[in-house]
């Protein structure tokens, strides 16, 4: 099955920088890969999501980029603020049949410092 | 997108007595998923609740352990059976919100569940 790795388990940024999420899947059928924010006590927000046959998306201060070759996806967030901390995860998902679950990473702690 | 009711937001239970938690959707979904989240952790699916059919389970997690109903394409239960510590967990509903599309897949605040 699919596992997705995520990097690094911690990060903090002073307010105003820019934080960089990798994430690597196994799986080269996943062709949906959601980014997940998960303030304490919430339940996961997906944030942006990206599709196989798209390379770079981008919603104001978030952007993901995908590369298929390498089977990696990456979360940026430009202009952090402190209400960007939180935990962040990736996620990989197939197109139908039994590969519509989603795998998760183990998650980024993004702590901004004003 | 979906918005997602879980009841109840948190529990404390006894041990070996069981907790149904419920997920309300304010839309018709054909998909629903059931995850738990242990503390500090990542989610890992339990199962796939799809309606008129039976859950199909993640490795390591049994029916007898988490029956799972699904009566009709806006709601469903999960039922965590004969309670041991290591229960303890977020649970957590999630949905697909479009019928025709595996994606934008929207999660619930979930379930706290401590057990005693």
């Known amino acids: 099955g699919e596992n997705v790795e995520q990097h690094p388990s911690t990060l903090s940024v002073q307010e105003g920088d820019s934080a960089v999420i990798k994430c690597t899947y196994s799986?080269?059928?996943?062709?949906?890969f959601p980014w997940y924010k998960q303030e304490l006590g919430k339940g996961p927000q997906l944030i942006i999501d990206?599709?196989?046959?798209?390379g770079e998306k981008k919603d104001q201060r978030i952007a993901v980029t995908l590369n298929k070759t390498a089977k990696h996806f990456s979360l940026h967030i430009t202009e952090t603020q402190p209400e960007d901390s939180a935990v962040y995860f990736c996620?990989?998902?197939?197109?139908?049949?039994?590969?519509?679950?989603?795998?998760f990473g183990k998650g980024t702690l993004l702590t901004v410092n004003p | 997108s979906a918005v997602i009711s879980q009841k109840p937001s948190r529990d404390i239970c006894q041990r070996g007595t069981s907790l149904t938690i419920q997920c309300q959707v304010d839309?018709?979904?054909?998909?629903m998923f059931w995850y738990r989240q242990q503390p500090g952790q990542s989610l890992t699916l339990i199962a796939t609740?799809?309606?008129?059919?039976?859950?199909?389970?993640e490795s390591g997690f049994v029916i007898d352990k988490f029956p799972i109903s699904r009566p009709n394409l806006t709601f469903s239960t999960l039922t965590v059976s004969n309670m041991s510590p290591e229960d303890s967990s977020i649970y957590l509903c999630?949905?697909?919100?479009?019928?025709?599309?595996?994606?934008?897949?929207?999660f619930g605040s979930g379930t706290r569940l401590t057990v005693v």
């Open positions: 839309s018709q979904v054909t998909m």
């Open positions: 990206i599709r196989s046959n798209v």
């Open positions: 999630s949905v697909a919100p479009y019928l025709e599309a595996n994606y934008g897949y929207t």
């Open positions: 609740a799809n309606q008129g059919s039976e859950a199909t389970y």
């Open positions: 996620a990989a998902s197939g197109s139908g049949g039994s590969n519509y679950k989603l795998t």
């Open positions: 799986d080269s059928a996943s062709n949906y």
